[in-house]
């Protein structure tokens, strides 16, 4: 089982290209048009062709027992990270109208996409991934019905359209095919093709990602506050890991969809709730305060979450 210097070695490239593209930002090399290209890139082809190519490399995925029960467990984690959110923020006094409900939007959901996905893939292998993006469906789901109803104060109906997205589409094609028993006839070169498409998904997405964070770096409103800072830590970073890796633990679930909510569960805040919070009337500012510090600081609870909670589901 990896220990904890194994796991922070997967996890430091992960930071690097972060960091390089912040540092393409700040020189002026990856400008603000290149980026949003390269995320329409990554988001309606190369992410779709990984998440298709994963579907298709896991042999083992269709017998398992509980594969339908991994989005329900996805939509749930999101579900309960946003309550426990909702109410740690009125106990430390935050209010309606003053960042409490991007405060809860932005702790209760993880980032459960470039930062799993490399981690899953070289600790567990594509069967592992497959499971992942089953999982990440509920999440999806979580995030546009409940949560977009949480940060906007009112229904969800304007989020329920965005489920359908292309990685949702990509997923139902791989699964489909997988089940069917078709995808070892498919030739090379589609295989090869999905192969190489998809390996570009995460590096870009997340150099991509770090330029657009480089962008709060300018901003007027200061980056520190205490209350979203600290309170974000010690519940995204703190209670909830424990509060995943307990029921990843005690529900009678397979041991690789336990490994999933054990390493989703170690993840910082998830860099979308900065973007929904400017579209839905939420406060940006506080969800950026939430990633930064998460992000920074998770550079170092990662490992240790994801290794105690290993060592959890051994015993």
Not at 163 to 177: C, R
Not at 253 to 282: D, F, N, T
Request: charged share 15%; net charge positive; with cysteine.
């Amino acid at each position: 089982m990896s220990n904890y210097l194994n796991v922070l070695a997967l996890i430091a490239p992960v930071f690097l290209l972060l960091a390089i593209g912040m540092g393409l930002r700040w020189k002026g090399i990856l400008q603000p048009e290149a980026e949003k290209g390269i995320v329409n890139l990554v988001v309606k082809a190369l992410y779709p062709c990984l998440i298709v190519k994963s579907m298709l490399e896991a042999d083992s995925f269709r017998r398992q027992p509980d594969v339908l029960l991994a989005p329900v467990a996805g939509f749930a984690t999101i579900v309960c990270g946003f309550l426990l959110a909702k109410l740690a923020a009125r106990a430390i006094g935050m209010q309606t109208g003053k960042g409490l409900r991007t405060f809860a939007f932005s702790v209760g959901i993880f980032n459960y996409g470039y930062l799993p996905i490399p981690l899953v893939e070289s600790l567990y292998g594509p069967n592992e991934l497959a499971v992942l993006f089953m999982h990440n469906v509920g999440i999806e789901f979580a995030i546009w019905t409940i949560g977009v109803a949480l940060l906007a104060g009112g229904s969800a109906k304007d989020g329920i359209k965005k489920i359908f997205n292309p990685m949702v589409v990509a997923l139902v094609i791989g699964a489909t095919v997988n089940f069917s028993g078709f995808a070892s006839d498919l030739p090379d070169i589609v295989m090869t093709t999905l192969r190489l498409l998809g390996g570009c998904a995460i590096p870009l997405g997340l150099l991509a990602i770090g330029a657009n964070l480089y962008e709060y770096l300018d901003t007027k409103e200061p980056l520190w506050n205490t209350r979203d800072v600290l309170g974000g830590i010690v519940l995204r970073l703190g209670l909830l890991p424990l509060i995943g890796i307990a029921i990843a633990w005690f529900a009678p679930l397979s041991i690789e969809l336990k490994r999933i909510l054990v390493i989703q569960a170690a993840m910082p805040a998830g860099i979308m709730p900065i973007v929904l919070a400017k579209h839905y009337g939420g406060q940006p500012i506080v969800a950026v305060r939430i990633v930064f510090a998460t992000t920074i600081v998770g550079f170092a609870t990662m490992p240790l979450w994801i290794h105690f909670g290993s060592l959890v589901l051994e015993r």
